[in-house]
């Protein structure tokens, strides 16, 4: 998983910035940036990508607002890694990404399928690569054919502002590097929310589908 994740930056009028989408350099009040890490220095607010390159770069007395997505509290990806069972399959059998699937979490997995989770979704809950997902499916004789009713309940998720619920301000006058898997000031990178195994009290929802350029055009797929 590259650490990534998607934020909006609006302004309070138009700044010069990059497309995601060809590369080109624009003229907007607003602009999307995928990356690890946001950094104030100097009166610039500093967006880096997981190798740490630059990948946009504005002074903060321009910049309004900086929105991150973000999943609701009561989305069911973050109900179902909040629940006993959950917790307990991980501590017992999944202290790594390669651990042994239990009966337990197959039914878990089947079911899920059945209400609409989506694969992302999926790969979240059982912390497990979508590949690894569509394979154990497959082994449990459900094919592509099958997924009917794949994605079908509607992902819950908004955009919230950087910088409120005791989170740092973008608008600081301290030298800081803020993680956007998490929003909170970090000293080392990565953070530790990044490798966690229980993302229940993390409620970004990460960009981790499609490898990223710099300017934020997709060049590839993590799995």
């Known amino acids: 998983m590259l650490r990534q ?23 907007s009040d607003k602009h999307w940036v995928i990356a690890e890490v946001m950094k104030l220095e100097s009166g610039c ?7 740490q390159k630059v990948l946009a770069s504005w002074l903060a007395e321009d ?17 179902a890694q909040k629940s006993f069972d959950y917790q307990r399959e991980v501590i017992n059998q999944r202290p790594a990404a390669w ?15 059945r209400a609409g989770f989506n694969i992302n979704e999926l790969a979240d809950i ?5 590949r690894a997902i569509c394979e154990r499916l497959n082994l449990l004789g459900v094919s592509n054919l099958d997924w009917e009713h794949i994605g079908v309940r509607p992902e819950k998720r908004h955009y919230e502002e950087l910088g409120v619920n005791g989170k740092p301000s973008y608008q600081s006058k301290e030298l800081m590097t803020i993680c956007l898997g998490c929003g909170y000031q ?25 490898k ?12």
Request: proline fraction near 4%; charged fraction near 25%; charge should be negative.
């Open 5 to 27: 994740c998607k934020v909006a930056v609006k302004f309070h009028s138009p700044v010069l910035g990059i497309d995601m989408h060809d590369g080109e350099e624009i003229l």
């Open 45 to 51: 607010v500093i967006f880096e990508s997981y190798d």
């Open 63 to 79: 910049i309004d607002t900086i929105r991150h997505n973000v999943l609701d509290a009561d989305s069911p990806v973050i109900t």
């Open 99 to 113: 651990s042994k699937w239990t009966p337990v979490e197959e039914q878990q997995l089947l079911e899920r399928l």
């Open 126 to 130: 059982h912390q497990r690569t979508k």
């Open 186 to 210: 970090i000293e080392s990178r990565p953070c530790k929310c990044w490798t966690s195994v229980d993302t229940s009290t993390i409620r970004l929802w990460r960009e981790h589908k499609y």
């Open 212 to 223: 990223y350029g710099m300017y934020g055009n997709i060049i590839g797929q993590n799995y």
